[in-house]
């Protein structure tokens, strides 16, 4: 199934615009980090202050394209967010969250 006919709004697919709003609310937990890796499997791995995370997005070339003037972004664990400035915002999954795509109920 392509991507773009992800209907899943479950952590490492869609970013509901409810849950991208709620990342972004005053008074979470906000870490600097550092993509180290996008691999074409989906896995992604970051990097920050006592921090390294290896998570999963279903479309690891969107999100490897958000990095073109470099790896600095943000996550938000406590919606499992990671905000790219100037690229939007990803709906990250930890190894024991990655589920298949469901299909779009629009397409």
Known sequence: MSN??????MPGHGMHWIHGK????????????????????GYIDIEGDDLELTLWHHNPHRLRSAFYVGGIAEWRPKYHVLYVIG???????????VKPCKPSRWT
């Open 4 to 9: 773009r006919t992800c209907g899943s709004y």
């Open 87 to 97: 690229s939007g915002s990803f709906n990250l999954a930890t190894r024991d969250q």
């Open 22 to 41: 709620k990342s972004l609310e005053d008074g979470q937990p906000v870490i600097r980090v550092k993509v180290v890796a996008v691999n074409d499997d």
